[in-house]
């Protein structure tokens, strides 16, 4: 006689796994439709954030804010579990309150916040609030594509600390210069120091880097505070020597090779130095590797 023995293999049923695709067909039709509802509810202030991306200098990185806040939901996808007694309306309603409201009173930026808090409801509302806080990072991020209307009002004073700070470099080295606002004079030259050399887009732009790396690296909470901290002096530090050496090549080659050639390509230069100088100072502090879950 043949022995069978149970080996703890167990087969779902037909009627089991037929279910088990439904509820999934269910489910991605849901979300699906849910996308769709968004996008035409949505679709007004869409066409002003893609407008600010294109046309304002200082967020012209909002594309990418989407698309690494989509990949990082996208890793995190396998510990997201819906749970029951899913809630989520209060958020849902203030959400769209914001946004209807702002929208009407063309405060398009508190507009753009709304719509990141209804999508915070929403996911609380579809799928739970363990699934909120998975995804609580990727949906936060997004607030860094949103274009505020008071940082273009930070240019001025900043252009004059530029200004002033690349002149002390500058003396440094034996050049003759005077200060006088945001116009520096050199001997043979004068460069004014305008909104694209004040330093603010890198601020900005470091800002959202350093977010980014404060969350995927692994470290002590301490070290992601400084690492996020440090975003803004080490961007400011970095342009504040890009136009001291701006002035440098200005008076040693004339003002055609420094406020041209120079200054066209110098800005990325320096921009990935002070990028290099923030990831030294995540390896100093230890805290270097990628996080298991991203």
């Known amino acids: 006689m043949a022995d069978r023995r149970d080996n ?6 037909p009627a089991e796994a037929e279910g088990v695709g439904a509820a999934g067909r269910g489910n991605l039709t849901l979300l699906l439709a849910s996308f769709f509802i968004l996008i035409l509810l949505f679709y007004p202030l869409l066409k002003w954030l893609v407008n600010q991306w294109l046309t304002n200098d200082y967020y012209s990185h909002g594309p990418l804010v989407v698309l690494v806040s989509g990949f990082l939901a996208w890793r995190r996808k396998n510990r997201i579990h819906r749970t029951p007694g899913n809630n989520g309306i209060v958020l849902l309603g203030t959400g769209l309150l914001l946004y209807l409201g702002a929208f009407w009173q063309k405060a398009y ?53 530029t200004g002033r700070s690349a002149s002390i470099i500058a003396r440094a080295v034996g050049i003759n210069v005077k200060v006088n606002g945001a116009q520096v004079t050199l001997p043979k030259a004068q460069l ?40 803004i002096p080490v961007a400011i530090l970095g342009n504040i020597f890009r136009v001291a050496s701006l002035l440098i090549v ?34 100093v ?3 270097r590797e990628i996080r298991n879950d991203i």
């Open 192 to 231: 004014v120091v305008g909104a694209q050399c004040s330093g603010l887009r890198s601020v900005v732009s470091m800002i959202t880097l350093a977010t980014i790396f404060a969350y995927v690296l692994r470290g002590n909470w301490w070290c992601r505070a400084v690492l996020l901290a440090s975003a």
């Open 285 to 287: 502090m230890k805290c």
């Open 8 to 13: 703890g293999a167990k087969t779902t049923p």
């Open 250 to 283: 200005a008076d040693t080659w004339g003002a055609r090779a420094g406020f041209h050639y120079y200054h066209n390509y110098s800005s990325p230069v320096f921009f990935l130095s002070a990028l290099l100088l923030l990831l030294s100072l995540s390896w």
């Open 109 to 161: 930026y508190l507009s753009a916040f709304g719509m990141i808090i209804f999508l915070a409801g929403l996911v609380w509302f579809l799928l739970g609030r363990d699934a909120l806080q998975t995804l609580a990072f990727p949906i936060a991020f997004l607030a860094l594509m949103v274009p505020l209307p008071f940082v273009e009002d930070a240019s001025f004073p900043l252009q004059q600390f």
